[in-house]
């Protein structure tokens, strides 16, 4: 995969070129390309242990590639932790929910936005908003211990969302 020396705009929003990642003496990436064009909707797929989730985890800024390189917008990004990661417009839905049982669906997607706080009245008519447009309409008010499988997928939709 050929970087983007020109700096002229890229068709990709993201690019990944040789990208490595080792635990110990398990190789989980070995020079892995992956690239994503603007709208784009890709699924991932592979075996369990196939380096799926070190990838993500990686754009994520959970994970700091070995060697390689990863692109945003033909720009050469440093993504160091999380926060690199959303703001650089990147969020991450994770496959084993990342939800504070306890909290209420806004509470929950309001956690994530620190920083970035308005009053929560604002917040929830953003939030129900946004939801909105997505189709996910969820109730805000309830509790994510009172949730379906499904509904809390719409929370970390809408969590992403919020967040970048």
Do not use: W
Not at 46 to 71: A, Q, R, V
Not at 121 to 132: E, N, Y
């Amino acid at each position: 995969m050929a970087e983007n020396p020109e700096k002229k705009p890229s068709s990709y929003a993201i690019e990944c070129g040789e990208i490595t990642k080792s635990f110990g003496s398990v190789v989980a990436n070995d020079h892995v390309d992956f690239s994503v064009k603007y709208g784009e909707i890709l699924a991932l797929l592979g075996e369990n242990g196939s380096g799926k989730t070190t990838l993500m985890n990686m754009l994520s800024g959970i994970y700091h590639p070995d060697s390689g390189f990863i692109n945003v917008s033909g720009e050469r990004a440093v993504i160091n932790s999380p926060a690199d990661s959303i703001a650089l417009g990147i969020g991450m839905i994770h496959q084993h929910f990342k939800l504070v049982e306890a909290f209420s669906a806004l509470d929950n997607i309001i956690a994530g936005t620190s920083g970035r706080l308005k009053k929560r009245s604002v917040m929830r008519d953003d939030i129900s908003a946004i939801s909105g447009k997505l189709g996910l309409n969820v109730d805000l008010n309830k509790k994510i211990y009172n949730m379906s499988v499904s509904e809390k997928q719409k929370i970390g939709r809408a969590s992403c969302r919020e967040r970048v």
